[in-house]
T-cell receptor
């Protein structure tokens, strides 16, 4: 049972489209994360937000634009994507940011399967 | 920088047999270690984690893992698997001295349990 929801679950878009992925957590957490999961590759951390402030941008291309209006919601705005951006995009949250001394667990949503044509 | 290596991309095993999924990480002053499971069309679910203390960690669904600092390993084991354990398993490490909130994941191991 997960307290992290993601919509849509599946998305097909053209390279010129603009779309957004939404993540919502109902766990009262303060840190939220975007990951990209491509076939046969390790999960790649994209962005980290702590109390609505971005604390990590893992060299993500600017065609991916995150937004965190509050601690419960996280968006990933997509524009002019490339076919190689097709992947499963996972959102996660934790009570506090994973850092030295923190024992918190990251809880993951089911992901959005994105296909770029 | 931290890195995680899962030595087997696929592990086929018969039902009720024991299984070990291997994970090695690059050395650091202090690390936290995790195993996650991903069932088809679902997100990741935490199986267990090592933060400190006893090197043998017990998790959900009968899984356990042993932290071995000298060998920089955190192998996952289950004495008797079920068909329902068929899934993708990910080992991950967090740098205990870092403030970035970063988890580094391995490539994943597909466990295929056969009847």
């Amino acid at each position: 049972e997960t307290g992290v929801t993601q919509t849509p679950r599946h998305l097909v878009m053209g390279m010129t489209n603009k779309k957004s992925l939404k993540c919502e957590q109902h766990l009262g957490h303060n840190a939220m994360y975007w990951y990209k999961q491509s076939a046969k590759k390790p999960l790649e951390l994209m962005f980290v937000y702590n109390f609505k402030e971005q604390t990590e941008n893992n060299s993500v291309p600017s065609r991916f634009s995150p937004e965190c209006p509050n601690s419960s919601h996280l968006f990933l705005h997509l524009h002019t994507l490339q076919p190689e951006d097709s992947a499963l995009y996972l959102c996660a949250s934790s009570l506090t940011i994973l850092a030295g001394g923190s024992t918190d667990t990251q809880y993951f949503g089911p992901g959005t399967r994105l296909t770029v044509l | 920088a931290q890195s995680v290596t899962q030595l087997d991309s696929q592990v086929p095993v018969f039902e009720e047999a024991p299984v070990e999924l291997r994970c090695n990480y690059s050395s650091s002053v202090s690390v936290y270690l995790f195993w996650y499971v991903q069932y088809p069309n679902q997100g990741l679910q935490l199986l267990l984690k090592y933060l400190s203390g006893s090197t043998l960690v017990k998790g959900i669904n009968g899984f356990e893992a042993e932290f071995n600092k000298s060998q920089t390993s955190f192998h996952l084991r289950k004495p008797s698997v079920h068909i329902s354990d068929t899934a993708e398993y990910f080992c991950a490490v967090s740098d205990g001295s870092s403030n970035t909130g970063k988890l580094i994941f391995g490539q994943g191991t597909t466990l295929q349990v056969k009847p």
